[in-house]
């Protein structure tokens, strides 16, 4: 028997059961639409419309970006190194000192372009 029969078993039967979900809910949910329900949601506020150009970002949005890849980032270097933290000894304990260090060059930005102000 092939060993990847089973896991082709498992995405088949995975894929009926999200199509089956999206086709039952399709067939048995309620129909109901009114005017607020075909509307964008717009978080409660008017759409405006916008600028020719399609206007400019406020710097935020890069600044909440880019926080969110810089911890991402440290996460997923960090958890395998506590993982094997025994076997890496001395070595990696300074790689990830290092690491930290570099990690910490785009937070201090961040810090002093007022990305973690929230006006």
């Known amino acids: ?4 029969v089973p896991l082709l078993v498992l ?6 059961l999200a199509l089956g979900g999206v086709g039952a809910s399709a067939i048995i949910g ?3 639409y009114n005017r607020a329900k075909l509307e964008a949601y717009e978080c409660g506020i ?3 419309p916008h600028a020719v150009g399609g206007g ?3 710097i935020k949005y890069y600044l909440v970006a880019m926080t969110f890849i810089v911890f991402d980032i440290e996460v997923v270097f960090l958890y395998p190194w ?5 076997d890496l000894a001395v070595f990696g304990l300074v ?8 990690i910490t060059v785009p937070f201090v930005y961040e810090w002093r372009r007022g990305g973690f102000e929230w006006d």
């Not at 995405?11 to 009926?16: D, K, S």
């Not at 790689?95 to 570099?102: S, Y």
């Open 1 to 4: 028997m092939n060993p990847y």
């Open 11 to 16: 995405m088949g039967v995975a894929a009926v």
């Open 30 to 32: 309620p129909r109901r």
């Open 46 to 48: 008017q759409p405006t």
């Open 56 to 58: 400019r970002f406020p």
């Open 82 to 86: 506590a993982v094997s933290f025994a």
């Open 95 to 102: 790689a990830m000192i290092g690491f930290l260090v570099l």
